[in-house]
T-cell receptor, first 112, second 115 residues
Framework: QKEVEQDPGPLSVPEGAIVSLNCTYS??????FMWYRQYSRKGPELLMY????GNKEDGRFTAQVDKSSKYISLFIRDSQPSDSATYLC????????????FGQGTRLTINP | EPEVTQTPSHQVTQMGQEVILRCVPI?????FYWYRQILGQKVEFLVS????????KSEIFDDQFSVERPDGSNFTLKIRSTKLEDSAMYFC?????????????FGDGTRLSIL
């Protein structure tokens, strides 16, 4: 079983739709969870960062973590064409150098 | 907003040649990382660096790879004798983190093409 699994898509939705992106993980030692956005030929850009189970909201973005199910989600409300990108989930343990383990990334297109 | 900068943006090298990828992390950050992303694949951890030494490395990071922080601002990744399979995007990241709970910030990467 892969440590972090993420559906690569592609996912295509109309402008204004609510988008739901998800990752599952197998390592219960993961404690910090991140969502990065990656535009073509650019580096990962941090969107959301959370530690606790539950929801964290920032503008149109909501990150949700369910540690009991080993499942994290990112919701995008009122999606815009500029949200079209690849979304990467990433996670890490607390101890040590805290390397990130990434999902495959989901390619998202918002159609005007 | 402070950012991680990487140079060059694209490096083309003949197989067997040495290559050095350069990064300037965010100035007050303490932890430094290299990741790579082969086209169409996941971002993969290569190495982490703290207090002037490697703190963790992956199995990808073999004897052909080395890292260095030659001065107070630069962080480099050297590949001694490049192979075709080293072709990838290489991302540098840094983290501040005295408390242990800060995220990593990434540069825009260097695209390495081995011919």
């Amino acid at each position: 079983q892969k440590e972090v699994e993420q559906d690569p898509g592609p996912l295509s939705v109309p402008e204004g739709a609510i988008v739901s992106l998800n990752c599952t993980y197998s390592n219960s030692a993961f404690q910090y969870f991140m969502w990065y956005r990656q535009y073509s030929r650019k580096g990962p850009e941090l969107l959301m960062y959370t530690y606790s189970s539950g929801n964290k909201e920032d503008g149109r973005f909501t990150a949700q973590v369910d540690k009991s199910s080993k499942y994290i989600s990112l919701f995008i409300r009122d999606s815009q064409p500029s949200d079209s990108a690849t979304y990467l989930c990433a996670m890490r343990i607390i101890q040590g150098a805290q390397k990130l383990v990434f999902g495959q990334g989901t390619r998202l297109t918002i159609n005007p | 907003e402070p950012e991680v900068t990487q140079t060059p943006s694209h490096q083309v090298t003949q197989m067997g040649q040495e290559v050095i990828l350069r990064c300037v992390p965010i100035s007050n950050h303490l932890y430094f990382y290299w990741y790579r992303q082969i086209l169409g694949q996941k971002v993969e951890f290569l190495v982490s660096f703290y207090n002037n030494e490697i703190s963790e490395k992956s199995e990808i990071f073999d004897d052909q790879f080395s890292v260095e922080r030659p001065d107070g601002s630069n962080f480099t990744l050297k590949i001694r004798s490049t192979k075709l399979e080293d072709s990838a995007m290489y991302f540098c990241a840094s983290r501040w983190d005295r408390a242990g709970d800060q995220p990593q910030h990434f540069g825009d990467g260097t695209r390495l093409s081995i011919l």
